[in-house]
């Protein structure tokens, strides 16, 4: 039984609390929280401290807060020698305090509060200092996932821009398509199938072959005639951009 | 029973002949190719004509030829006052040849030869000049289709700007995605999971519910990191562009 704390009650403290609770092989001895409230309807209210000093011995820490503020709750953890990780995609390994030995235990997901994930799907990316905690964050993160992958901190960086790419900024086009649907009174619904199919194609095909379009054929006419649809400035450069880029592919 | 026959051979053709083969309530009369084996693997030969001659009477011909045949195809078929319809998303009913009652069936998908399509799942979108045309188009789409709309050229024209936001940049970011993956030597494999569930999001909640990510948060700080580890000026033009955007909306 491998004992797994976790510090912090936002969206990704909240996931891993639930995981890790369900989770075979896997102790959850206690989760931090400045505000019990928070967790409240996720675990025992005894097992939730608001004050570090009441962490008890556990064999890994998951750190899951803010960026910004990893470095100081790992400095203030009020222990050394123990195995602390952080949960940041875009963080090094070495942003954690040399009082610990420091891991990453990062899975690759957007997690928003309302949606319920199932998280034997999402990829969960590990790196420590040596073999022995690699084999320890292997085995908490192979109790909640099928996906467990090794990532040093600059593929890390790199896989995180990635992700920035295909969520945020696929995300983001999405609500474009939104909006000029509402400007011209079309249902964003008959876009859905398009969207699924769209994220479908490239589990089985390249995105390189998967792509089609005006852009990828070359067919000015019609990119002509989208432009001059566009009112939006914003919008507008974005169309241009992207196709200009897919015609550079 | 109403009849129809396909005039075209390329990829919306062929799914529209797999579709209305096995509907109910239509009757696939014949196919119009120039070249006929391209479409022996889905129908009797004895019912693809290779020259618009030998169509026969039917109820409604489709059009499903690329966008800049439409008018010239249209114009050639030998017979008047019939109901014509064109499948394409950037086009005006009015591309028609006005010997004939023009129509629009188009149905807003995704078509690769590659891959198999549910079409009950796929929305088509039609426009007719009268309400008994219309009421006919709407018989052979909801026979193919649960996914039923009245969408006039005007509305049709945006929706397909909208589509290429959500399809065809969509899968330009993947295939962005897919390329720091590959420099970086992480396997894409750990970004599908995400893909998926960042499509999955806007079934239910609106896309602006769903955007997340550092330029959501106002996080300078990851941004610059970003840009930093971004080497390609056309990667780093689309990350700063869409970051901009997301910041304004």
């Known amino acids: 039984m491998i004992k797994v704390s976790i510090i912090g009650s936002g969206n990704v403290a909240q996931h891993l609390i639930s995981a890790l609770s369900n989770a075979t092989g896997v102790e959850l001895v206690q989760a931090f929280s400045r505000k019990k409230e928070n967790l409240t ?16 011995p556990a064999d890994l820490y998951i750190i899951a807060v803010t960026d910004d503020a990893i470095s100081q709750v790992s400095a203030e953890l009020p222990f050394s020698g123990k195995l602390v990780a952080h949960t940041s995609g875009s963080l090094s390994i070495n942003i954690l305090d040399d009082q610990n030995r420091k891991a990453v235990f990062y899975p690759l997901q957007t997690f928003s509060k309302s949606k319920p994930v199932n998280f034997r799907e999402i990829p969960i ?7 022995e905690d690699f084999e320890r964050l292997e085995n908490v993160a192979h109790a909640i996932s099928d996906k467990v992958f090794s990532i040093n901190s600059e593929q890390r960086r790199a896989m995180h821009v990635s992700a920035v790419f295909v969520n945020n900024f696929v995300n983001h086009l999405y609500k474009i398509g939104n909006d000029i649907c509402t400007e011209h009174q079309i249902p964003f619904e008959i876009l859905k199938p398009l969207i699924r199919e769209t994220a479908q194609k490239v589990m089985t095909l390249s995105p390189l072959e998967a792509q089609t379009g005006p852009a990828k054929r070359g067919d000015k006419k019609t990119i002509a005639a989208h432009l001059e649809l566009l009112t939006n400035a914003n919008q507008k450069n974005i169309y241009q951009l992207l196709t200009q880029s897919i015609q550079h592919e």
């Not at 990316?125 to 073999?131: A, G, M, Q, Y």
């Open 41 to 56: 309807h996720l675990m025992d209210a005894a097992q939730i401290v608001c004050d570090l000093k009441d962490l008890q």
């Open 125 to 131: 990316c590990l790196e420590s200092e040596n073999d």
